[in-house]
C-alpha cells in the first residue's frame, strides 16, 4: 500500500472525553502522531473539575489509516472516545448544491410579474424571437453536467447515483470559480445514442454542455455528434479540461529545463479518453514524438487491438512502458497507482519531466524520485504542482457563454494553456511552482479572455 501524506479528503473529528489531569492530553496527541495523522484544529468543547470533552480534528491518508488511529486513540487509558466523525461524509449530507431565488416575491405584484400571468409576455417574446431566451432566461449562464457513471473519478462504472457527489462537487466549481450556475443531469443509461439523445432534449434549458465522467471510446462518438447537432459549446473535461492544464504545464516545465516542445520525446501512460486528448493538444502545440502506452505496453504498429482513437498513435516501436521510457524527456501518467518505478525515471533522459496523475495514488510517489526529476507534477492537492481541471473549464465556459460562441474549438484549448501558463512570471518560475493555484483569482479572468479571443478570431462568436 502507497504511502501516501494525510490529507483532508480523510478527516476526521474525535470527540473526547479526557480526565482534568496533567498529562492526559499530551498521551492523546502522541497516540495519534505515533499513528502518522495530522493534526487539525483542537477544540476545547466542555470543562468541568474532573473533565474535559474536546474535539481534534485529524488527517489520515486512507480508511484504514483513519481506522488505525481511532484505535489507538481508544487504546489511550482512561480516554472515551464519545464519537467520531467523517468530516467528508458530513460535508455530503443532503448534498452540496441548492436552487435560490435571484430575486424576492414579497407582494402580489411581485407574484404577478414573476410568474402568472406576467410570465406569459415573457413566453410571448421568446416564441416570437428565440434569440430573446438568452436575455429573459438563465440559458445564459447555466451548464449541464451530464454523466452516464460509466468511468467515474479513478473509481469506474458506478452507475448515475453514485456519479451525483461528483457532478454535485463539479456545479459548486463552476459556480465558485465562475459564477456560473451548472446542474448535475445523472443519465440512467449507457447507450451512447440514448444518451446523446436525452442530452438533445435538454438543451434548450443550458447555455452549455459539460460531459463528464463518461468512459472511452464512448465518450469520443458522445462529443462529436453533441457538437455537430447542437448550437451550444459541448465539452467533454475529462479531455479537454486534462489536456488543457496538462499542456499549460508542459509549457512551463520545458522553460526551466530549456528544452523546445518539437526536440522531445513524450511516453503517455494511459490510452483513454484523458491520455488520447493530452495526446492531440501536444501534437497540437508542436509535439512530434509522442508514445502512448496502455495495460498491454506501447500502442504499436504491429498490435491488432488499438481502437480508432489509439491507431492515431500507433508507431513501429514495440514493448513495455519501461522500455519506452529509455531516453525519454517527459513522462505524462493518467493510468493506474504505482506502475511507475524509481528504475524507470532513472532510464529516462537529462533533466526528466514527470507529471504523475493518477488519482488519488500516482503512477509514482513524489519522494521516491525527488533527487532524480528537474520537475514533478501530480493530480493532488498535497504536492506542489497540482494538475488540476478546476485550473480550465471555469474559465472555458466563462469566455464561451459570454461571447456566445456556437462551440469549443482546439484553438480556444491551446489559448486556454498559454493563458495559464503565462500566469506564471519568468522571475518565478520554479521546479514546484510551474501552474498556478486553483484559487489564484486571475486564472478564469485570464482563460475566459483567451477563450473568447480565440472565438472572435474563428468567428464562433454571436455576442
Known amino acids: 500500500m502507497a504511502n501516501l501524506t494525510p490529507n483532508s479528503s480523510f478527516s476526521l473529528t474525535l470527540r473526547l472525553e479526557i480526565p482534568n489531569r496533567v498529562g492526559m492530553l499530551a498521551n492523546v496527541t502522541k497516540a495519534i502522531a505515533t499513528s502518522g495523522g495530522n493534526f487539525g484544529q483542537i477544540d476545547l468543547i466542555e470543562q468541568t473539575r474532573a473533565i474535559s470533552i474536546r474535539e481534534i480534528t485529524v488527517d489520515a491518508a486512507s480508511s484504514d489509516h483513519a481506522e488505525t488511529i481511532v484505535q489507538a486513540v481508544k487504546a489511550v487509558p482512561d480516554i472515551k472516545v464519545l464519537n467520531v466523525y467523517d468530516r467528508t461524509f458530513n460535508l455530503h449530507r443532503g448534498g452540496k448544491i441548492s436552487i435560490t431565488s435571484r430575486i424576492p416575491l414579497r407582494s402580489v405584484s411581485d407574484l404577478a410579474m414573476a ?14 424571437n428565440p434569440e430573446e431566451v438568452y436575455n429573459l432566461t438563465i440559458k445564459r449562464n447555466t451548464v449541464a453536467i451530464v454523466t452516464d457513471g460509466s468511468a467515474v473519478l479513478g473509481l469506474g462504472n458506478l452507475g448515475p447515483a453514485a456519479a451525483l457527489p461528483v457532478m454535485e462537487g ?9 459564477g456560473i450556475d451548472a446542474f448535475p443531469i445523472c443519465l440512467d443509461t449507457q447507450e451512447t445514442d440514448k444518451i446523446i439523445e436525452a442530452v438533445k432534449n435538454i438543451a434548450p434549458v443550458f447555455g452549455g454542455v459539460n460531459l463528464e465522467d463518461i468512459a472511452a471510446p464512448r465518450c469520443f462518438e458522445i462529443e462529436a455528434k453533441l457538437r455537430q447537432e447542437l448550437d451550444i459549446p459541448v465539452f467533454h473535461d475529462d479531455q479537454h479540461g486534462t489536456a488543457i492544464v496538462t499542456l499549460a504545464a508542459l509549457f512551463n516545465a520545458l522553460k526551466l529545463v530549456q528544452k523546445s516542445m518539437g526536440d522531445i520525446r513524450i511516453v503517455i501512460n494511459g490510452a483513454g479518453a484523458a491520455g488520447v486528448a493530452v495526446a492531440r493538444l501536444l501534437r497540437k502545440a508542436g ?16 498490435r491488432t487491438d488499438l481502437t480508432e482513437e489509439k491507431q492515431e498513435f500507433a508507431v513501429k516501436a514495440q514493448g513495455t512502458l519501461a522500455g519506452a521510457l529509455q531516453g525519454a524527456d517527459v513522462f505524462i501518467g493518467l493510468s493506474a497507482p504505482g506502475v511507475l518505478t524509481p528504475e524507470m525515471v532513472r532510464s529516462m533522459t537529462k533533466d526528466p519531466i514527470v507529471f504523475a496523475m493518477a488519482n488519488p495514488i500516482p503512477e ?3 519522494e521516491l524520485i525527488k533527487d532524480d526529476v528537474a520537475v514533478m507534477a501530480t493530480g493532488r492537492s498535497d504536492y506542489p504542482n497540482q494538475i488540476n481541471n478546476v485550473l480550465a473549464f471555469p474559465g472555458v465556459f466563462r469566455g464561451a457563454l459570454d461571447c456566445r460562441a456556437a462551440t469549443i474549438t482546439t484553438t480556444m484549448y491551446l489559448e486556454a494553456a498559454s493563458a495559464i501558463a503565462s500566469l506564471i512570471k519568468p522571475s518565478d518560475l520554479d521546479k514546484q511552482y510551474i501552474v498556478p493555484s486553483v484559487f489564484d ?9 483567451a477563450v473568447q479571443r480565440a472565438a472572435r478570431q474563428e468567428g464562433i462568436a454571436r455576442g
Not at 441 to 449: D, L, M
Open 287 to 302: 509535439a512530434e514524438k509522442i508514445w502512448m502506452c496502455d495495460s498491454k505496453g506501447i500502442l504499436s504498429t504491429s
Open 115 to 128: 410568474y402568472t400571468p406576467g410570465v406569459g409576455r415573457i413566453c410571448t417574446a421568446i416564441a416570437q
Open 170 to 178: 463539479k456545479a459548486m466549481l463552476f459556480k465558485e470559480f465562475a
Open 441 to 449: 483569482e486571475r486564472v478564469v479572468t485570464a482563460v475566459a479572455g
Open 364 to 366: 509514482i510517489q513524489p
